[in-house]
């Protein structure tokens, strides 16, 4: 099941699906230790080609692409897209329309209660797999120590299991106990990254700082009044669990809902090249954006595979996603399309009285500040219109 943010249509999704990506794969330019999983070699930008077509991008803003109503800016969707009469009229599953008590309990848990959670430095029993606890160490071979093989003091956290250290290095951590401090003996694969290290023995001489155990707060209608009511609107366990309710039902239908749609619709054969061209730049953005705060390049990320095939060029790798863009293009343009045939903007009236009931949060400042407010009216018009035609399903 999928939250509803305000990431779930249009401009965002290529962008946050590609840096999702990029996060998993642990390429991190200034990663603190090799104890750590060997990751890809970030190559120098003297080894990039020449990236400078691309500096216009560090002005880059997420609501360069939509005027102050939410819609592409300068275009009308209806000259791209058809709407038949009955694009309404749309049956789904029945199933996607119910709502568990689990469901909500879930959600709750999950996405809610986890952000307030707190967590406790526990010193007084010994640590076991499944454990997060932080650590410091040096490494040395041969008793001298190496460059990047040690935490210098800093401590740094480590779930045991997770597999996130080199073999065996997480196995040792477990059955001490806080303030104690040991070696950890561990072999370097043959084919880490560093050839300096492959395939050596290495010694790490590790303190076991604390433990850390995660407080989650219990559901209560005092607990709700004070941390929700200001910031979300609701009252008690009751109205939260209500507003989860419709939040669960909203995503559970919507991609069926949206198939529906986009099966009744005809789209012009060009569309309209702004609009691509916006998607196109929040596709590099995301990929800018990460080669800045990662002291890198686009051209390394492309090519390095980070992105599950690897490119020669950002261009090959833009080419690449032009299917992907389109689609965006195309699903931005239905839904303008919906909401011109229904009169429907996004003003800042709109936004400030409805994000609320969508998103569950009260000032969408937060968004806007970071994102642009055409770009929020826009995630927000998309919502509206979505949450209009779930309303009026057909189950079954």
């Known amino acids: 099941m999928k939250k509803k943010t ?64 939410g819609y592409l800016k300068d275009v009308t969707a209806a000259d791209y897209v058809t709407l038949p009469d009955d694009y309404a009229d749309i049956t789904i599953d029945a199933s996607l329309g119910e709502v568990t008590d689990q469901d909500i309990s879930d959600y709750i848990n999950s996405n809610i209660l986890s952000s307030f959670a707190t967590t406790n430095q526990v010193t007084d029993r010994a640590a076991a797999m499944g454990d997060t606890v ?43 106990t806080p303030g104690e401090t040991f070696d950890v003996t561990v072999t370097f694969p043959e084919d880490y990254g560093s050839t300096d290290l492959a395939g050596k023995e290495a010694v790490f001489n590790t303190t076991l700082n604390y433990i850390s155990e995660t407080v989650t707060p219990e559901l209560t209608d005092a607990w709700v009044q004070e941390n929700l009511s200001e910031t979300m609107g609701v009252a008690d366990v009751t109205s939260l669990n209500d507003f989860v309710k419709g939040q669960i039902s909203f995503n559970n239908q919507y991609n069926d809902v949206y198939s529906a749609l986009q099966e009744k619709v005809t789209f012009a054969e060009e569309l309209p090249e702004s609009a691509k061209e916006y998607f196109r730049n929040v596709l590099l953005y995301g990929l800018y954006n990460y080669a800045q705060n990662y002291g ?10 980070a992105l599950g095939t690897s490119y020669d060029t950002v261009d090959a790798f833009i080419a690449d996603m032009e299917d992907s863009i389109n689609a965006q293009v195309q699903q931005t343009l239905l839904l303008q399309a919906v909401a011109e045939k229904q009169g429907l903007k996004c003003d800042t009236d709109t936004l400030n009285t409805e994000f609320v009931n969508q998103y569950g949060v009260k000032d969408p400042s937060t968004f806007t500040q970071v994102y642009g407010e055409n770009y929020v009216k826009c995630q927000l018009l998309d919502s509206l219109v979505m949450q209009g035609l779930i309303d009026n399903v057909k189950y079954e």
């Open 6 to 69: 305000l990431y779930r249509t249009t401009a965002c999704a290529l962008a946050l699906g590609m840096t999702a990506t990029l996060a998993a794969c642990g390429s991190s330019a200034d990663s603190e230790s090799t104890a750590e999983t060997a990751t890809p070699e970030t190559a120098t930008t003297e080894t990039a080609a020449d990236e400078s077509a691309y500096e216009y991008l560090a002005d880059f803003s997420y609501s360069d692409g939509f005027d102050e109503n």
């Open 134 to 176: 932080n650590i410091d160490y040096v490494g040395s071979i041969d008793g001298v120590e190496f460059d990047g093989g040690s935490t210098n003091g800093q401590g740094t956290n480590l779930e045991l299991g997770s597999g996130s250290y080199i073999d065996d290095f997480e196995d040792q951590i477990a059955g001490h």
């Open 296 to 305: 890198t390049d686009m051209t390394t990320i492309v090519s390095s595979g």
